[in-house]
């Protein structure tokens, strides 16, 4: 990662321990982006490592979102919080112990 490009901010402890537990299922808006033609706002049914699934307000079709560059808002126990892909770039199920224990410099 490129210094200097925001990605490798310390998350808050807050914003850790809600986006290490599960976040299918919770409501995304993201902005739009060098990936991201234009805004997208929706459902995250799907995770991997660099992509997120999002199934579009009010359709019943999905979009493939990569993670890298990505930034938005997701709303995790009625909370909005920032979303920066960068900083989810983990396999989802390495994701908790990640987060929660400190793991790579991008999450500290």
Do not use: H, N, W, Y
């Not at 033609?37 to 490592?49: H, K, Q, Y």
């Not at 995790?76 to 929660?100: N, Q």
């Amino acid at each position: 990662m490129p210094k200097g490009s925001g990605a490798s901010r310390p998350l808050p402890r807050v914003e850790r321990e809600a986006l290490a537990g599960e976040i299918l299922g919770a409501s995304v808006a993201l902005e739009a982006s060098r990936a991201l033609a234009a805004p997208v706002r929706g459902t995250l049914v799907d995770e991997t490592l660099s992509t997120f699934l999002v199934r579009l307000e009010g359709r019943r079709r999905t979009v493939r979102v990569p993670k890298a560059g990505l930034t938005g808002t997701i709303v995790l126990a009625a909370r909005e919080l920032p979303l920066r892909g960068d900083t989810l770039r983990v396999r989802p199920e390495d994701r908790t112990k990640r987060l929660l224990a400190g793991g790579p410099k991008r999450f500290r």
